[in-house]
C-alpha cells in the first residue's frame, strides 16, 4: 500500500506537467486515503506540496517564454490575498463537530472530504467537456483583459484554495484562454505561477495552527517535482487533450468513491 502511495504522489506532479492542473485534485485523496492524514491537515500538506510543484513547472515554463507574469500577478492580487485570509482566520474557526441529522454526524473531517469531492465532480465535467476540444482565440480579442471577471475569478479559485487546498487549475485554465486570450500552452505555463503563489502563501497562513511533518512533507514533495518534469515530457508525445478527458473520467469516479465513502462507509 505504501509503494502505491508513493506512485499515487507522483501522478500529481504527472498531471501539472500535462495539463496544468489536477494536481491538488489527486494530493488530498492521496495523504488522506493512502497515507492516514486527516482531511483538514491534508489540505494544508497540499497546498504546500503543489505549491512547490507547480513553482518548478512554471519556472520551466518561464524559461521558454510560456508565462505571463502580468497576468499572474494581477489574478493573484484577489486570490491569493483570499486563499491567505481564508487559511489563516477562518479554517481555525471550523468545528469539529457541526451538525447531528439522525445517527449521521456531520464532522469537519467529513465535510472537507464531502466538499471536495464535489470540486472534483465540478472538476471532472468540466475536463471531460473539454477534453474533446481544440481551443480557440479570438486574435482581436487577444491580451485584452476583463479585469473586474478577473479579480472575481481571482476570489473564488482562492475560496477553492483556501477551503480545501486545491490550486484550481481547471478553473484557471479555460478563465486564461477565454477572458485573457492566452494561447493554450501559455495559460498552462501562467496557471502553474497563479496556483504556486496561491498555494504557498496559502500554506503560510496555516503554520502555527498545524503540527507540520516536514521530514513526510518534503518526501511527498521530491516525488511530486519528479513527476511533473514526466508529465511535460509526455506531453510532448502524446495528445493532451485526450488525456485531459481520460483523467477526467478518472477524477469523476473518484468523486463519486469519496462521496459514498463517507456517507456510508466512514464510522
Not at 510543484?53 to 505571463?68: D, F, I, P
Amino acid at each position: 500500500m505504501e509503494i502505491f502511495a508513493y506512485i499515487a504522489s507522483a501522478l500529481i506532479g504527472i498531471s501539472l506537467g500535462l495539463i496544468g492542473g489536477g494536481g491538488s485534485i489527486m494530493t488530498v485523496p492521496v495523504l488522506v486515503y493512502l497515507f492516514g492524514t486527516s482531511p483538514l491537515l491534508a489540505t494544508s500538506y497540499s497546498l504546500f506540496i503543489v505549491g512547490s510543484t507547480s513553482m518548478v513547472g512554471a519556472y520551466s515554463n518561464y524559461r521558454k517564454g510560456l508565462v505571463s507574469v502580468k497576468t499572474a500577478l494581477l489574478f493573484g492580487l484577489t486570490s491569493i490575498t483570499t486563499v491567505f485570509v481564508t487559511r489563516k482566520f477562518f479554517i481555525p474557526l471550523i468545528p469539529k463537530h457541526i451538525a447531528q441529522f439522525g445517527s449521521f454526524e456531520l464532522t469537519e473531517n467529513t465535510m472537507t472530504m464531502m466538499l471536495f469531492a464535489m470540486l472534483m465532480i465540478a472538476a471532472a465535467a468540466a475536463m471531460i467537456k473539454s477534453g474533446g476540444k481544440k481551443e480557440t482565440i479570438d486574435p482581436i480579442n487577444e491580451r485584452k483583459l476583463n479585469i473586474p471577471k478577473l479579480l472575481g475569478y481571482g476570489i473564488a479559485i482562492g475560496l477553492a484554495t483556501g477551503i480545501l487546498g486545491a490550486g484550481g487549475g481547471f478553473l484557471l485554465i479555460p478563465t486564461l484562454v477565454l477572458l485573457v486570450g492566452l494561447p493554450m500552452k501559455e495559460a498552462v505555463g501562467t496557471s502553474l505561477l497563479i496556483i504556486a503563489l496561491n498555494s504557498l502563501i496559502g500554506f503560510t497562513g496555516d503554520l502555527g495552527h498545524f503540527k507540520i511533518d516536514w521530514w513526510f512533507l518534503a518526501k511527498i514533495t521530491v516525488i511530486a517535482v519528479t513527476g511533473i518534469f514526466a508529465g511535460g515530457t509526455i506531453n510532448k508525445m502524446i495528445d493532451g487533450a485526450k488525456l485531459k478527458k481520460g483523467f477526467g473520467w478518472f477524477v469523476l469516479v473518484m468523486g463519486v468513491y469519496i462521496i459514498a465513502r463517507e456517507l456510508f462507509l466512514a464510522k
